[in-house]
């Protein structure tokens, strides 16, 4: 079982920053992949960004340009580093780590972990 613990969230108010971090107890270089997600009150759980083995990112168009992922292998930590904040992105904030599931023939990146959340709201 991999434990993940979110924090650096808070509240801020439109146009600030805030860098989120996430620390696993266990190694993220074994992770097929890495990400943050969240979820707005009343709405789904959405992406927001990922990022592989290969270092290839991903990011929700919402986030583009604002929002960056990182990873520091020797501390075991996953980032969001997030600029220009608006109303829209208040939300428990969420980190995600999958690491591949082993089969007799194949293995499969499925077996994903989640942290307990981190509250960002955004004020104007």
């Known amino acids: 079982q ?5 924090s650096g969230g808070g509240s801020v108010q439109a146009g600030g920053s805030l860098k989120l971090s996430c620390a696993a107890s266990a190694s993220i ?28 990112t991903i990011y929700a168009d ?6 960056t992922i990182s990873q520091d292998n020797a501390k075991n930590t996953l980032y969001l580093e997030i600029s220009n904040l608006q109303t829209e ?7 995600a780590a ?3 599931r082993v ?6 990146c499925e077996n ?12 104007s």
Do not use: H, M
């Not at 089969?103 to 499969?108: I, K, Q, T």
């Not at 994903?112 to 004020?123: D, N, R």
């Open 29 to 56: 270089v074994s992770t097929c992949e890495l990400g943050w997600y969240r979820q707005a009150p009343g709405k789904a759980r959405e992406l927001v960004s990922t990022i592989n083995t290969d270092g290839t």
């Open 98 to 100: 999958t690491y591949w």
């Open 112 to 123: 994903k972990y989640w942290g307990q959340g981190t509250q960002v709201t955004v004020s």
């Open 2 to 6: 991999v434990q993940l613990v979110e």
């Open 89 to 95: 992105d208040t939300a428990v904030y969420y980190c």
């Open 103 to 108: 089969y007799p023939f194949s293995r499969r």
């Open 62 to 67: 919402s986030v583009k340009g604002r929002f």
